[in-house]
């Protein structure tokens, strides 16, 4: 078995022999059902095996199915693009083709089928019709064979075409994480439910537990096939069909998806960009009503313009689809868009964000932020992750489920970021990260907050933390806030007040004239005092000047340290404080206690003003209660 099995789609108008050209080339038969072989046309995926690890899928080409064609071609390597000589190129040519641009897919090959039905002449203006078709698509270069189904003219010739874009095919991009839309569904007696598609990503075993979605339902894998065969696990590529325990066919719908646990979320909401077709015919407006085409399910929704009012055809744009069924997809996923009513492939394009919030038109920030991941670099997508998240730093375990990428790619990634300074570490222990430019954008913004506090309030020395957070925004995470300021402290940037307040590091208080000389006044008042301060209302009845100015005066002289406040409402000016403390420390130098009394006549003071000093002292680690007496502090002694 290929380490990357091959899935090839066919494409083209109904009833130009891609069932009878498969049937040619394997000798199986891919209508499945009777009503089918009836009406010569096939009406739902057919899936036959070319060689070991090689899948044919036979698209419907009638129009009313083309979301038939868009679950098959959504997981093709290459495509076989039908066109029968005796019609030559139809209208469902066209369209099939523009979905295939649509799709991404990269290359192909056409076949003209029916070349027995024609002359020669006429097949060559056929194949010349088709060159011109294709010139500027992906089939431009592409392998033209004519061939029979029914003679078997040309199919060995094909058939070496074929294996050479086999062989050239590399291994499909694998994101790690299981995913697999579900296209078919049904019930095997003595086994159970059965569901089939092509893994998109990741690999599973048997017993592993998995996620059917939008259901939210867990399941267990009970056995696993990949071509007819038994096997015991499956990756990235390969056409399987899972058997699953825990679940009833009638709960399954085509479109589900089949998905390792915890990653993956039903949303209504997609950002994405969107190419509108040259062919459209008529600008696309805001607020449109469309089907969806997104892996193998059609959803109805409306389309909202991020970046224009209208979308001209040849035109792309950012858009938000707006659903009205939740869908299950993933980033960088294919999609396709179709009219209403009348029904018409008029565009598609590329999955942004899966888990969008609804959004408005022409928000810059969203329009930047998603040109910006569109192009689906991990490094890129992890790096707008973190700058959407000003306000809260992230764990890996949180962007990995935004991104729907696996948890050692995206700590790969934030390696990678960290080395190159796009990332900041804010908590190793709790595995926090935030952005390098959220965290310049932080400090630039609480540096103007400073600015303009200290411009408000000059007398005041800082502003209280909690005023800072608030200023900041009220959803702000705590631990990032205290990481940012000890870090713009170690910058020298900003300075931590004795009494937690934050100021800019080059700040001085200035006084006028009238505020130098009532700051003077209140110093002379309690150091005067000694012991026995007054309280607040004591001065400001004294009247040492306009009482709005005694009031910022007095937050001032409390602010700088010059007088402190012991506890009880109680304030001592600093020299009086610095006067006990060292007649505490020598008085128990040689008493090794003291009570409160003798403390008391210490000071000749009254207990009053003494116990709240003395427990000021306690917090200051000067001394250590014991009892009824105190003894000196461990770093006087």
Not at 312 to 329: D, I, N, S
Not at 374 to 402: H, Q, S, W
Not at 430 to 446: A, C, F, H, M, P
Request: with cysteine.
């Amino acid at each position: 078995m290929r380490e990357n099995h091959i899935v090839v789609g066919t494409a083209g108008h109904i009833d130009h022999g891609k069932s009878a050209l498969i049937k040619a080339l394997t000798g199986v038969d891919p209508d499945r059902l009777k009503e089918e072989k009836e009406r010569g046309m096939t009406t739902d995926l057919g899936f036959v095996f070319y060689g070991d690890d090689v899948t044919i899928i036979d698209v419907p080409g009638h129009e009313k199915f083309v979301r038939h064609m868009v679950a098959g071609a959504s997981t093709i390597d290459f495509v076989m693009f039908v066109i029968a000589a005796d019609d030559g190129i139809m209208p469902q040519t066209i369209e099939h083709l523009e979905v295939l641009k649509l799709l991404a897919i990269k290359k192909g090959v056409v076949v003209i089928t029916k070349k027995d039905l024609v002359k020669d002449d006429w097949l060559q203006i056929v194949i010349d019709e088709v060159k011109k078709l294709m010139y500027d698509t992906f089939l431009q270069d592409a392998p033209i064979i004519p061939v029979s189904s029914i003679t078997k003219e040309g199919i060995d010739e094909l058939k070496k075409v074929l294996d050479e874009l086999i062989t050239q095919t590399a291994a499909k991009k694998d994101r790690g994480i299981f995913r697999l839309c579900i296209d078919r569904c049904f019930t095997i007696k003595g086994f159970g439910t059965v569901v089939a598609g092509t893994v998109l990503s990741g690999k599973i075993k048997i017993g592993d537990t998995l996620e059917l979605l939008p259901n939210k339902k867990k399941v267990k894998v009970r056995g696993i096939e990949v071509h007819n065969k038994k096997v015991t696990e499956v990756g990235t590529g390969f056409r399987s069909a899972i058997n699953l325990v825990g679940t009833e066919k009638e709960e399954i719908k085509r479109g589900d998806v089949l998905a390792q646990p915890g990653y993956y979320k039903p949303s209504t909401f997609l950002n994405a960009s969107l190419y509108l077709l040259k062919s459209a015919g008529k600008p696309l407006k805001n607020l449109t009503r469309l089907r969806i085409h997104l892996g193998t399910k059609e959803i109805l929704g409306r389309i909202v313009l991020l970046d224009k009012k209208t979308l001209a055809p040849g035109q792309k744009a950012m858009a938000q689809f707006r659903l009205e069924t939740p869908a299950v997809c993933d980033i960088n996923d294919r999609y396709v868009v179709r009219t209403y009513s009348p029904q018409a492939t008029i565009g598609g394009g590329v999955i942004i964000e899966p888990k969008a919030t609804k959004a408005k038109g022409f928000d810059e920030k969203l329009i930047e932020h998603l040109q910006k991941v569109e192009a689906g670099d991990p490094g890129v997508m992890v790096e707008e992750n973190l700058a959407t998240n000003f306000e809260l730093p992230r764990k890996v375990d949180e962007i990995a489920y935004d991104l729907n990428l696996p948890l050692p790619k995206v700590s790969e990634v934030i390696k990678q970021l960290l080395n190159n300074k796009k990332v900041l570490c804010i908590d190793e222990k709790r595995g926090l990260y935030y952005s390098q430019k959220n965290s310049e954008k932080l400090k630039n913004n609480i540096i103007n907050i400073l600015k303009e506090y200290h411009k408000n309030n000059p007398i005041n020395t800082g502003i209280p933390q909690l005023e800072l957070l608030k200023n900041i925004s009220k959803g702000f995470d705590k631990s990032l806030l205290n990481y940012t300021l000890e870090k713009m402290s170690r910058e020298k940037s900003v300075k931590l007040t004795d009494d937690n307040k934050m100021r800019l590091f080059d700040f001085k208080v200035v006084l006028d004239k009238n505020m130098d000389e009532i700051v003077k006044r209140l110093e002379e008042m309690f150091l005067v005092a000694e012991y026995k301060p007054p309280n607040y209302d004591a001065v400001l009845s004294q009247r040492l000047g306009d009482e709005k100015l005694v009031k910022k005066a007095y937050r001032y002289v409390l602010d700088t340290g010059i007088l402190i406040f012991v506890g009880e409402s109680i304030v001592i000016h600093k020299k009086m404080v610095e006067q006990a403390k060292e007649k505490l420390i020598q008085f128990l130098k040689s008493n090794k206690e003291i009570r409160i009394s003798q403390f008391r006549d210490l000071l000749g003071a009254s207990r009053k003003y003494v116990l709240p000093l003395l427990i000021y002292f306690d917090t200051h680690n000067v001394t250590i209660k014991r009892g009824d007496v105190r003894i000196l502090g461990q770093k006087y002694r």
